[in-house]
């Protein structure tokens, strides 16, 4: 059961639209279900003689009584709203069941509390089987405005007490971070407009991307105004420095033609001006590198951070967990974008998923999760996809986001446990289209069974707690090819073994020499380095790479977007 808070200054206009046909012939039967006082509340939708401007004078009664005390001024925002629908698949309720979900919320909200003769004027209007709309005027009967002080929280707690108890389906508790969802008009519109989604979901997407590339605030406006989004700033009076930003879709205009906008902050908490600035530290993008050494270094070291983020998870400090929890979700974006093959659409469907999850009510430590940030954007100028290394950085994601979902659940945050969740069923539906011809084809290259032998006392002296199962996991064949590949690399094979099998705990994993693959895969080739070194000595330098625009994918589903339009 889902409540909607909000609130407005036009009685007879919300009204109007609960008692008319709805924007697209979708209201049926509008009546009232319960009110302040049943017996003197017009129902336009009962009785004809009633009308829309009399039950507005009737609820707006105290709010004139207050406007004539104000010198003529009506309180600000006065009328409040409150869709409550259930869930999709649950039983349609009753009119009197859905009286006693409005007379509790009013109750819960402090609205109408029971026994409260002075309370607001309010109505419960229902037009369709899954609904109903609550709507009240905020001003008592004494002059006073009531105490709606956490009104959406306590709506919220207040649905799920009536779920368990009308046996609905059981919706996860929020804690008021969560973005706004879009309103019925904007989905209306959308599907209008033969759109998969709102306007308002749409930019918060190209947002979070966006905002997950760049390095810096004017790099950020700049790459949104080239996907064809329009940008409008606020700036302060005395400074002239941003202080707020608003987003505008292409070709998404309202019925004067004129562009609808959307503040950062209304796309989604962490999409304010000063939460981006937490993140995006004003560097200009010449200190940052603009070609690697390796082309492989932005996946290995965005794999060795998230390695490092799942300690974090572990470690007790939830503002350092939280900062790197944030810093994941932009992680992901990025390996969406650098990503090609059939999985890129799970990983960017992982990386909207996420989204929830990436922040909560407990204050992220963002400078906790500088290396994971910064590796990450690397992500945004690589100019390949490295086979098996990738792979390895989507096992690592896989790990991370189970750990996350595991965080999220011992700290009560429901809905985030659940966005982990969602993410983590993505991520391992990419990590198996993406690995399993890749392990196979290393399974198909074995080295011969003397090597492999020899590869079996390795493993039975450097782990001889884990060998056993090493050894019976069907991809221990692969793992054999893997470390005929690093011994030619400069490892010692004894000794990787060694190393990677201590990083964390294998005793959890269902395929550890899987586990073992995927971490020796990370692991730098020795030779390219000390080849490298001796190159910089010798004072040769690496060639530049171009790198490529980092919202690249974006910019794709901007246009398709333009298409539909």
């Given at each position: 059961?889902?409540?909607?808070?909000?609130t407005?200054?036009?009685?007879r206009?919300?009204?109007?639209?609960?008692?008319?046909?709805?924007?697209?012939?979708?209201?049926?039967?509008?009546?009232?279900?319960?009110?302040?006082?049943?017996?003197?509340?017009?129902?336009?939708?009962?009785?004809?003689?009633?009308?829309?401007?009399?039950?507005?004078?009737?609820l707006?009664?105290?709010?004139?009584?207050?406007?004539?005390?104000?010198?003529?001024?009506?309180?600000?925002?006065?009328?409040?709203?409150?869709?409550?629908?259930t869930?999709p698949?649950?039983r349609?309720?009753?009119?009197?069941?859905?009286?006693?979900?409005?007379?509790?919320?009013?109750?819960?909200?402090?609205?109408?509390?029971?026994?409260?003769?002075?309370?607001?004027?309010w109505?419960?209007?229902?037009?369709?089987?899954?609904?109903?709309?609550i709507?009240a005027?905020?001003?008592?009967?004494?002059?006073?405005?009531?105490?709606?002080?956490?009104?959406?929280?306590?709506?919220?707690?207040?649905?799920?007490?009536?779920?368990?108890?009308?046996?609905?389906?059981?919706?996860?508790?929020?804690?008021?971070?969560?973005?706004?969802?879009?309103?019925?008009?904007?989905?209306?519109?959308?599907?209008r407009?033969?759109?998969?989604?709102?306007?308002?979901?749409?930019?918060?997407?190209?947002?979070?991307?966006?905002?997950?590339?760049?390095?810096?605030?004017?790099?950020?406006?700049?790459?949104?105004?080239?996907l064809?989004?329009?940008?409008?700033t606020?700036?302060?009076?005395?400074?002239?420095?941003?202080?707020?930003?608003s987003?505008?879709?292409?070709?998404?205009?309202?019925?004067?033609?004129?562009?609808?906008?959307?503040?950062?902050?209304?796309?989604?908490?962490?999409?304010?001006?000063?939460?981006?600035?937490?993140?995006?530290?004003?560097?200009?993008?010449?200190?940052?590198?603009?070609?690697?050494?390796?082309?492989?270094?932005?996946?290995?070291?965005?794999?060795?951070?998230?390695?490092?983020?799942?300690?974090?998870?572990?470690?007790?400090d939830?503002?350092?967990?939280?900062?790197?929890?944030?810093?994941?979700?932009?992680?992901?974006?990025?390996?969406?974008?650098?990503?090609?093959?059939?999985h890129r659409?799970?990983?960017?469907?992982?990386?909207?998923?996420?989204?929830?999850?990436?922040?909560?009510?407990?204050?992220?430590?963002?400078?906790?999760a500088t290396?994971?940030?910064?590796?990450?954007?690397?992500?945004?100028?690589?100019?390949?996809?490295?086979?098996?290394?990738?792979?390895?950085?989507?096992?690592?994601?896989?790990?991370?986001?189970?750990a996350?979902?595991?965080?999220?659940?011992?700290?009560?945050?429901?809905?985030?446990?659940?966005?982990?969740?969602?993410?983590?069923h993505?991520?391992?539906?990419?990590y198996?289209?993406?690995?399993?011809?890749?392990?196979?084809?290393?399974?198909?290259?074995?080295?011969?069974?003397?090597?492999?032998?020899?590869?079996?006392?390795?493993?039975?002296?450097?782990?001889?707690?884990?060998?056993?199962?090493?050894?019976?996991?069907?991809?221990?064949?692969?793992?054999?090819?893997?470390?005929?590949h690093?011994?030619?690399?400069?490892?010692?094979?004894?000794?990787?073994?060694?190393?990677?099998?201590?990083?964390?705990?294998?005793?959890?994993?269902?395929?550890?020499?899987?586990?073992?693959?995927w971490?020796?895969?990370?692991?730098?080739?020795?030779?390219?380095?000390?080849?490298?070194?001796?190159?910089?000595?010798?004072?040769?330098?690496?060639?530049?790479t171009?790198?490529?625009?980092?919202?690249?994918?974006?910019?794709?589903?901007?246009?398709?977007?333009?298409?539909?339009?």
């Amino acid at each position: 059961m889902v409540p909607d808070v909000s609130t407005g200054s036009d009685t007879r206009g919300l009204i109007v639209y609960l008692f008319g046909p709805g924007r697209r012939d979708e209201h049926t039967d509008p009546h009232i279900v319960a009110a302040w006082d049943t017996a003197g509340a017009p129902d336009p939708g009962r009785d004809p003689t009633a009308t829309y401007t009399q039950l507005a004078k009737r609820l707006d009664h105290h709010v004139d009584l207050r406007t004539r005390e104000l010198d003529g001024k009506k309180p600000p925002q006065h009328v409040w709203h409150c869709p409550v629908r259930t869930a999709p698949g649950d039983r349609y309720l009753t009119d009197t069941e859905w009286a006693e979900v409005a007379r509790r919320i009013v109750h819960a909200t402090g609205i109408a509390p029971e026994g409260d003769e002075k309370a607001c004027r309010w109505i419960a209007v229902r037009h369709a089987d899954d609904h109903i709309h609550i709507m009240a005027t905020t001003v008592r009967a004494d002059g006073r405005r009531p105490r709606t002080h956490h009104d959406g929280q306590r709506a919220q707690a207040e649905c799920r007490k009536i779920e368990a108890e009308f046996g609905l389906s059981r919706l996860k508790s929020g804690d008021l971070t969560a973005p706004r969802t879009p309103t019925g008009a904007e989905r209306a519109k959308a599907e209008r407009q033969g759109q998969p989604v709102t306007a308002r979901h749409w930019l918060r997407e190209q947002a979070y991307a966006v905002a997950a590339a760049v390095h810096n605030e004017a790099d950020y406006f700049t790459v949104l105004q080239s996907l064809g989004i329009k940008v409008m700033t606020r700036l302060g009076p005395e400074t002239g420095d941003v202080i707020g930003y608003s987003l505008a879709a292409p070709g998404d205009t309202n019925a004067a033609g004129e562009p609808v906008w959307y503040g950062g902050s209304k796309l989604a908490p962490d999409l304010s001006i000063n939460r981006l600035r937490e993140r995006l530290p004003d560097q200009k993008v010449a200190d940052h590198p603009r070609y690697v050494a390796d082309p492989a270094d932005p996946w290995r070291h965005t794999t060795t951070a998230i390695h490092a983020a799942h300690t974090i998870l572990d470690s007790g400090d939830d503002a350092a967990a939280q900062g790197h929890l944030a810093a994941f979700g932009d992680a992901l974006y990025n390996i969406a974008s650098a990503t090609t093959g059939p999985h890129r659409a799970e990983l960017r469907a992982a990386a909207m998923a996420f989204n929830r999850a990436r922040r909560s009510a407990t204050r992220a430590d963002h400078q906790a999760a500088t290396a994971l940030r910064k590796a990450a954007k690397e992500l945004a100028y690589a100019s390949n996809e490295p086979g098996g290394l990738a792979i390895a950085l989507l096992f690592a994601t896989v790990h991370l986001a189970r750990a996350a979902a595991k965080w999220h659940e011992q700290r009560g945050h429901e809905q985030q446990a659940a966005a982990a969740e969602e993410a983590l069923h993505h991520l391992q539906t990419g990590y198996q289209q993406a690995a399993t011809p890749v392990l196979a084809d290393l399974a198909r290259r074995a080295p011969r069974a003397a090597t492999a032998s020899r590869y079996e006392q390795d493993v039975r002296a450097a782990l001889p707690d884990h060998a056993d199962r090493i050894l019976a996991d069907p991809t221990w064949t692969a793992l054999t090819t893997t470390l005929t590949h690093a011994e030619t690399a400069g490892h010692n094979p004894r000794r990787l073994l060694t190393e990677v099998g201590t990083q964390r705990e294998l005793d959890s994993a269902d395929h550890p020499a899987e586990v073992l693959n995927w971490r020796i895969t990370a692991q730098p080739n020795r030779r390219t380095q000390a080849a490298r070194s001796r190159s910089t000595i010798s004072g040769t330098s690496s060639t530049p790479t171009t790198p490529h625009l980092p919202a690249t994918p974006v910019a794709a589903r901007s246009e398709e977007r333009s298409r539909h339009r």
